[in-house]
């Protein structure tokens, strides 16, 4: 191997590494100003409400709204 | 919104009235979209069918272009990846995005041009590919002038998304929502890059491959997995009547699964001649992969934890159950897969073939057929006709998709055990797996059988030959009094 | 969660991320890789396709080759088994299905590159230093007739058969018995009725018999003679009949001739 053959092959591994690092400082730091907007804004706030949004006054929280269609003379089947 | 007020007759009544108009201002464009998928699952259930029967018996339908095995099975991948599950897909985003967004249906036909679309590809492509047009791209096989109808089509749907959604009435985005909304934003990028990079600017050598298998994976994993996760979403806790067991859990599981899931897919060329570090790099997004699905599954087991007795009952929570199990198994199954000692074994196997399958079929197609047995009544006002054909069709599904997978993943392991030993010969190993090959052929015949079923129901349902709907969209709810008759 | 920017803007952060990490960093990586000369005025590896060849990857596509070949040879070092308590790898390389792992280099002339993900066959980087034009034509007309065992599709398609005009052969006739060729993709063997007709023609005059080295070398009044003849007309040709190979399955078999990617010595190639 000679010299330039050397450093180009380094050199391309320390752009990998830089782009790995340089890729993980971006999308890290994305990450957490996401997360501190979300505090900010209080989206976390009253966080498990959101999970009773799919039901509403005809079909509410404990009724189920699915059943195996049974035939008329099927009824006595549990 | 929460339930925290009594409820009054009035206040039940105009919120079923609001449901039952959502549900009518959809029916047309979200059973197209629908019946078409099922159309194509039943085309691509046959030619799968004669695909596996080809690969132990060379001579069956031998002598025809059109049917030869190669091209018959890139039809088959069309039809069920591309037709089925893509128009399915694009059915439960509207109909869900529309029930969340508490909006009725807008642009119904621009819609039905944009299922049309999808339609015509689909019809180019399994026509195109077996009369000799096909790329030998995986994934991608569809020929050169089909892809324009895709993009045409799913850009319009991507577009209504975004359009009904920022017209919403709900104030809050349900978790649902969340992967409807980054998955149609996923897919039209990722199918443009993938088509422009393979077929339109095609890149240097290698990287075809890895741009393939880019688009391979996060095929099933941006656009398949978080409608199909979202449609879990949905169907599981209004089935049961309970929300969402840990809306936290949701929330982490949908960040971990958008970051994670994009970097998997070089795994699929391990020991290929790619940079190694690219593989790498998805091993550990595949390992990472754990996160979101151990956070769907404990969220999921949680909220039906005390309702498993509703599985007798509910055709469209026993398969959406079904789904979701396989989610999980099929998730750990290809977090391991990606590791480079396992790869090395069940890399060019059948064991690849059953895994894909049970993600294609025992989770995707399965909570699919969960969504088709809760909306298409809603949508239509009849019942289905016969719950004896809804019992044939799971259990020969259940039963046929758990003999193709226990098959192919135990001959699979051995064909690649074998492959890596050289002092085996090839006619040993072709040999050895005749026998698995064939149970495959009759698991597919079993998955067909079901199919059968299920397609005489969509028809009976269509045609109006079931039960009228009574008591309003709720239909269990029949001591309260009725909202009055759901007229189809 | 109730803004849908933060969904999309999330959405495009983490899948812009693999998309420059899988796909536009080994792009800028890898888009320039040149063809290799040992020393300058070499010649070049690897060659663009030209031809027949390049016709040929388009039946290679057309018919999914790929769903049962790779095009891809793993290192010595990959893949392992156990043999008298130690550990070997390189299976691959072992089968004989090339001299050496292939790399990106080899592949920087393929459009598309199929590298193929399943081995119900053998891969086929390196097939055309294995088999000849001779060997190709009749396996791909149908496979068994070559190998018993083998449960690839038959390309009978791909042939034509046609009746010899002028009492000569073409140069490109398929040298194959009867029972590979009268129907062509099938394994043929004689009706009742076929049979018979055969063995009264026998009576008077049987062309191929009169040919072969000791004339009437069959009693035909045991069923082992009758058996031996039937074995000697389905592995004789055809006389009044051929099978020619049409242009696409000339182009397939000119393709598949081309596949050496895994010999030419690279650089980069260390194990």
Known sequence: MNTTEFINRNSADFMILATIIGSVVMFGGAAVLAMGWAFRHRQFENFQQGAQSIFGPDEPIGETTDEFPRVVSDSCDP | MATTTPLTQTDRERSALERREIDASCRVPVLYFATSAAFWLLVGTVLGIIASIKLHSPYFLTGSPELTFGRVRMAHLQAVGVGWSAMMVMAAAIWLMCRLSRVALIYPTLLVFAGTMWNIGMIADVVGILSGDAQSVEWLDAPSYVPPFFITGVGIVSAWTVATFRRRRELHVYVTQWYILAAVFWFPWLYTVAVLMIFWMPATGVIQPVVNWWFGHNYLGLWLTPIAVGTTYYIIPKVIGRPVHSYYLSIIGFWSLALFYSWAGMHHLIGGPIPAWLATASTVGSMMMFIPVIAVAI????????????????????????????????????????????????????????????????????????????????????????????????????????????????GGWWQGRMLNNPNIPMPNIIEYLLRFLFARSLAGGLIGLGHLAFALLLVANLMGWGRQRSGGPTYFVEPAPNAGDVQG | MDRGMVIFVGALLTFSSSWLGLILYPYWQMQNEQPYAKTPGDDLYPRPLGGAALAGVKVYQANGCLYCHTQQVRSAKFGNWWEDGQMKTGADIRRGWGTRRTVSRDYIYDRPTMLGTMRTGPDLANVGTRYAEAWHHPHLLNPRAINGWSTMPSFAFLYTREKVVGGQKSDKALKLGREWTVNPGYRWRPTDAEWAAILARRVSTLPDVSQAATPNPFNLTTAAGKAELLAFWLTTDEEDYQVIPTPEAESLVAYLLELRKAETPLPEVKE
């Open chain 2, 299 to 410: 969220n999921h087991h949680m909220t039906m934890l005390g309702s498993f007795q509703r599985l007798k009952y509910s055709p469209a929570l026993r398969f959406t159950v079904f789904g979701a199990i396989s989610y999980t198994a099929v998730s750990f199954q290809g977090s391991i897969e990606a590791l480079k000692d396992f790869s090395e074994v069940a890399h060019f196997t059948h064991y690849t073939v059953a895994h894909a399958h049970l993600g294609m079929y025992g989770f995707f197609t399965m909570t699919m057929f969960g969504l088709f047995y809760y909306m298409v009544p809603r949508l239509t006002g009849r019942e289905w006709a016969s719950p004896t054909l809804i019992r044939v069709h799971f259990w020969c599904d259940a039963i046929g998709i758990t003999i193709y997978f226990v098959s192919l993943s135990i």
